[in-house]
C-alpha cells in the first residue's frame, strides 16, 4: 500500500499555501528581498475602513499590526473614491527594523472599486448601505514595476468583483503567488530596467506644465520645507509625482528613505566610485553622483498622504517633504503645509515662499531649453494616445525627454564642479580651461546654485564624487548663450497658444454657428409666414373681386329688365362732373370771346402803317374783349404779350360777352367751333437764324376751330392750324397783324434767302383797312369797354416786352405770303 502523500506517478505532491508562502518569505528574507504581499481593504458603514484578509502570510498574522500600519486601511481607500468605478492609489509604509534586515521603506499600490448591494449573491448582515466598496492593495519593496503591477491589479479586482461573491477570495490567493514567484526567480529584482517607467506620462506633465516642469523639477533639487500636490483624481495625483522624481535618472530604485524622516540608509552604503566605464551608462551615472538622493534624512515622500497623517508632516524631525492629497481640507491650510503648492485641478503653481520663489526665477538658457522641449510635445501630441507621438518618432517621446533631462542635470553638475575649480584656483588662470569662457554655472541662475549650495542632497553628492567630473562631461549649458530673436519669437508664439485662440474661436464659431442657424430659421418662418399672409391677402382680393363682378352681372341682367341700376361710384362721378364743367366753362368762354370779336367786325378793316399803334390798338382791344377760360380759341395771337397778364385783363370782360353769344347761337350757327389743343408761333430770328417756337393754350380744350365756322358766315377761309396763335387783345384788327407777319417774313426770306415759316390769319368779310392809327386806337374805346385805360396801360406795358416789327407790308406782300402759306399746309 503506498503512500498517500505520495501520487501514483511518483511525482510529490506540492505543499499546502501557507508552507509554500512560509517558504517564499523565507527565501526571499535570505536573499535580501521583500516578498509582494496582498490583502482586501473594506468600507465598513460603522468602523469606516478596515483590513480585512492577508495574502502571503501564515494564517493568523496581521502585518499591519506588527509593523504599525494602521493608516493602511486610509491610504487604500482615499478621499473621494466613491465617485469613480475604479481608482487607484499609491503611497509608502515604514517597515520598521528587525534582527535580520534594517529599517525601509515599502511602496503600494491600491485598486478600488465598489458595486450595487442588490447584485451580491450572498448578501452578508453587515452590509447595510446601497453600495459595497472594496479594495485590494499589494505591498512591495519598490514602485519600479508599478505601472506592470497596475495593469495586473486591474484585472484581479474587476474579476473578484464579477464573480458577485467576496466570500471567494481563490483569485486572490493565486495572484499573490504568482508575485511571490516572480520575486523568487528575480524578475522583480531591482536591476532590471524592463517597462519600470510605465504608465509614468512625462509628455502629459511637459504639456501642462510647459516651462514650469523645470521649476518642478529645480524645487525637488532644492528640497523645500512643504511641497504639496493636490487633485480630485488621486491616480493622476500619484502618477505626476513618480513622473517628476524619475525624471532624476535612477532615483526610483533608490527610494529605501522615502517613507520616514528618520530614514538614512542610503548614505551609509554610499561609496565614492573609482572607476568608470564609458560604454555602460550606469557606470556613467554612477559615477558622476547620481541619483541626487533628495529623500534622506529629514525627508519624507507620500504619493497620497491622508488626513490622519498630518501629523507626521508637522514633526519637528521633518524638514521637508512632497505629498500629496485629494482633501480640499488641505487647500483651506496651504499656508501652514505648504511652500510650493501644485494644483492639479487647475494646472497652476503657487510658491509662497519668498526666498524659494527666488531661487527657482529660470535663466534665459533654462527657459530656451525647456521651450524647446515643450514646442516637441506639442507638435507630436496625439490626443487619441497622449502617451506616443503621433508621428511615431523618436523627437517628442518618453525616451527623448527623459535623455533631455538626464543631459541637463549631467550638465548642471559639471559645471557646479567647474565653479567649485574655478573658486578653488582663482589665483592660477592657467588651471581654468581653455575652451570654457566664463563660470558656466552662471547659465543656470546663480540664485538657484547658491541655494542648491545649501540642501542635504548636495552635501551627499559633492562629498561622494570626484571633484574633476568636468572633464568626463562638457561643463555647459545645453542652451548656453544669451537672449536672441529666436528666443523672443518661441515665447510669444508659446503665449499666444497658451492663450488657446483655437479653442476659444471654435466655442465662438460653434456659438455663431447656433445663433446663425436659429435666425435663419426665425427668418424663414417669418418670411413663410409674410408669403402666406400675402397669398391670404391675393385670395381675399381676387374673391372681392369676383363678388364685384358677379354683382356687376347681376346688376346689369336687371337694368336690362327693367330693374334697378347697380350703385355708382360718387367719387367718380363727382370728379367726372368737375372735369365737364370745367371744360364746358372754357367753352363758353371761348364762345363769348369770338362773340364779342364778331360783334366788333366794323373795326377789324381799321389798319395803320405804324406798327406801335397796331400793337397799341391790340392791347387795348384785349382788355375789352376778354378771352376763354381754356387758353386757346378765344383770341388769336395772345403769345405775343405776356400771358399772365392779358388773361387777367381778358377774365375781366368774359360776362360782358354772354349777351352776344346767347345772340350768336340764336342766329342759328349749325355747329360748334373748334378749339386748338396747341398753338405754337415760329419766329425767326435775325441775328442768329434759329427758329424759336412757343407752345401756347397747353391746357386748352380739344375741339373744332372758331374759324371754321367763320368761313360758313361768308369769311375767308382760314385753316385750323396747330400753331395758330391769338393776337394780343380781343379788340386788335386781324388784318393789321396778317400784314405785320407777312412783312416780317419777306424781310426775313429775303434776309436768310429762305421763306420764313409765318402764319396766316384771315380777316371776315367786310372789315375794312384804315390807314390811319388813330381810327385804330379810337375803335378800341368802345362805349361799352370797361376798364380801358387799365386795358390800354397794360398793353403799353407788355409792349416793351415784345420785339420791335417792321413796316406794314403792302396788300400785295401780305396776299403772296398768304398764299406761300396755304402751299406749305
Request: hydrophobic residues 35%; proline residues 5%.
Amino acid at each position: 500500500m503506498s503512500d498517500p502523500d505520495t501520487l501514483t506517478n511518483g511525482a510529490t505532491p506540492p505543499p499546502p499555501p501557507s508552507e509554500r508562502n512560509t517558504a517564499a518569505v523565507e527565501n526571499g528574507a535570505k536573499s535580501g528581498g521583500f516578498i509582494p504581499l496582498v490583502s482586501v481593504v473594506d468600507f465598513h458603514h460603522a468602523r469606516g475602513p478596515e483590513v480585512e484578509k492577508w495574502f502571503g502570510v501564515d494564517e493568523g498574522s496581521d502585518p499591519a499590526a506588527e509593523y504599525d500600519w494602521a493608516l493602511l486601511p486610509f491610504m487604500a481607500l482615499s478621499d473621494g473614491a466613491h465617485a469613480a468605478t475604479e481608482d487607484f492609489s499609491y503611497f509608502t509604509l515604514l517597515r520598521p527594523a528587525t534582527s535580520d534586515a534594517p529599517a525601509t521603506s515599502l511602496f503600494g499600490i491600491s485598486c478600488t472599486r465598489q458595486m450595487d448591494a442588490s447584485q451580491l449573491l450572498v448578501r452578508p448582515a453587515e452590509v447595510t448601505r446601497s453600495t459595497v466598496q472594496k479594495a485590494v492593495v499589494i505591498i512591495a519593496d519598490s514602485p519600479q514595476y508599478f505601472g506592470v503591477l497596475r495593469e495586473r491589479l486591474s484585472v484581479v479586482t474587476r474579476a473578484w468583483f464579477a464573480q458577485r461573491e467576496f466570500t471567494d477570495t481563490e483569485i486572490l490567493r493565486r495572484f499573490q503567488e504568482s508575485l511571490a514567484d516572480e520575486k523568487e526567480r528575480g524578475l522583480l529584482n531591482d536591476d532590471e530596467d524592463r517597462d519600470r517607467y510605465l504608465g509614468m506620462s512625462l509628455r502629459e506633465l511637459v504639456r501642462e506644465f510647459k516651462w514650469q516642469t523645470l521649476v518642478l523639477l529645480k524645487s525637488c533639487l532644492l528640497q523645500p520645507k512643504q511641497m504639496l500636490f493636490f487633485g480630485s483624481r488621486c491616480e493622476r495625483l500619484c502618477m505626476m509625482q513618480f513622473s517628476l522624481i524619475s525624471l532624476i535618472p535612477g532615483l526610483l530604485r533608490n527610494l529605501q528613505d522615502s517613507a520616514g524622516p528618520e530614514l538614512s540608509n542610503y548614505e551609509k552604503k554610499l561609496a565614492k566610485p573609482t572607476s568608470l566605464r564609458t560604454s555602460d551608462r550606469n557606470s556613467l551615472l554612477s559615477y558622476m553622483g547620481l541619483p541626487l538622493q533628495i529623500f534622506g534624512k529629514g525627508s519624507l515622500f507620500g504619493p497620497y498622504t491622508p488626513l490622519q497623517q498630518l501629523d507626521v508632516l508637522a514633526d519637528f524631525g521633518t524638514k521637508s517633504y512632497i505629498v500629496g492629497s485629494t482633501n480640499s481640507l488641505l487647500l483651506q491650510q496651504k499656508d501652514r503645509y505648504s511652500d510650493i503648492l501644485i494644483n492639479l485641478d487647475e494646472d497652476s503653481i503657487n510658491i509662497t515662499s519668498t526666498s524659494l520663489k527666488a531661487a527657482l526665477q529660470l535663466s534665459v538658457s533654462d527657459r530656451r531649453w525647456i521651450d524647446f522641449i515643450t514646442q516637441n510635445v506639442n507638435e507630436t501630441w496625439d490626443e487619441a494616445n497622449p502617451g506616443r507621438t503621433k508621428t511615431m518618432g523618436y523627437v517628442g517621446s518618453e525616451e527623448f525627454i527623459r535623455l533631455q533631462f538626464e543631459e541637463y542635470l549631467l550638465s548642471l553638475i559639471s559645471s557646479v564642479k567647474y565653479h567649485n575649480f574655478m573658486l578653488k584656483h582663482a589665483n592660477n588662470p592657467k588651471m581654468l580651461l581653455p575652451h570654457i569662457e566664463g563660470d558656466p554655472s552662471l547659465d543656470f541662475s546663480p540664485e538657484f546654485v547658491e541655494a542648491w549650495s545649501r540642501t542635504e542632497n548636495y552635501r551627499i553628492w559633492d562629498s561622494h564624487t570626484d571633484s574633476h567630473l568636468f572633464d568626463i562631461v562638457d561643463p555647459k549649458h545645453p542652451c548656453a548663450g544669451g537672449l536672441t530673436i529666436d528666443d523672443v519669437q518661441r515665447r510669444i508664439a508659446q503665449q499666444v497658444q497658451d492663450l488657446h485662440l483655437d479653442e476659444r474661436f471654435a466655442q465662438g464659431r460653434e456659438v455663431l454657428g447656433r445663433n446663425l442657424a436659429a435666425g435663419r430659421e426665425k427668418a424663414s418662418t417669418m418670411f413663410n409666414k409674410l408669403y402666406a399672409d400675402m397669398e391670404a391677402l391675393r385670395e381675399a382680393q381676387r374673391k372681392r373681386a369676383e363678388e364685384a363682378r358677379l354683382q356687376a352681372d347681376s346688376g346689369g341682367q336687371a337694368d336690362k329688365n327693367g330693374g334697378v341700376a347697380a350703385a355708382v361710384d360718387l367719387a367718380k362721378a363727382q370728379q367726372t362732373m368737375q372735369a365737364v364743367g370745367v371744360k364746358a366753362g372754357a367753352f363758353v368762354n371761348s364762345w363769348a370771346a369770338w362773340a364779342g370779336e364778331k360783334r366788333k367786325a366794323a373795326g377789324w378793316g381799321r389798319s395803320s402803317g405804324n406798327s406801335d399803334n397796331h400793337v397799341a390798338s391790340g392791347a387795348g382791344a384785349a382788355a375789352a374783349a376778354g378771352s376763354g377760360g381754356g387758353g386757346s380759341g378765344g383770341s388769336w395771337a395772345s403769345g405775343w404779350v405776356k400771358g399772365s397778364k392779358n388773361r387777367a385783363s381778358q377774365a375781366s370782360q368774359a360776362s360782358g360777352s354772354d349777351a352776344l353769344l346767347e345772340k350768336d347761337v340764336a342766329a342759328g350757327s349749325n355747329r360748334l367751333p373748334h378749339i386748338s389743343t396747341s398753338s405754337t408761333v415760329t419766329r425767326r430770328s435775325d441775328d442768329t437764324g434759329r427758329s424759336e417756337e412757343r407752345a401756347l393754350n397747353r391746357g386748352s380744350i380739344s375741339g373744332e376751330s372758331i374759324l371754321d365756322d367763320v368761313s360758313e358766315s361768308g369769311l375767308s377761309s382760314y385753316p385750323a392750324s396747330p400753331q395758330t396763335r391769338r393776337p394780343p387783345s380781343g379788340g386788335a384788327s386781324a388784318p393789321a397783324i396778317d400784314s405785320i407777319l407777312s412783312a416780317r417774313g419777306d424781310k426775313r426770306g429775303s434776309q436768310n434767302g429762305t421763306a420764313p415759316p409765318v402764319t396766316v390769319f384771315s380777316s371776315p368779310p367786310g372789315a375794312k383797312s384804315s390807314s390811319n392809327s388813330d381810327n385804330a386806337v379810337a375803335s378800341s374805346r368802345a362805349p361799352h369797354e370797361r376798364g380801358a385805360k387799365g386795358a390800354e396801360a397794360e398793353a403799353e406795358a407788355d409792349e416793351t416786352e415784345m420785339e420791335p416789327l417792321p413796316p406794314t407790308p403792302s396788300p400785295a406782300a401780305a396776299a403772296a405770303a398768304e398764299a406761300a402759306e396755304v402751299q406749305t399746309m
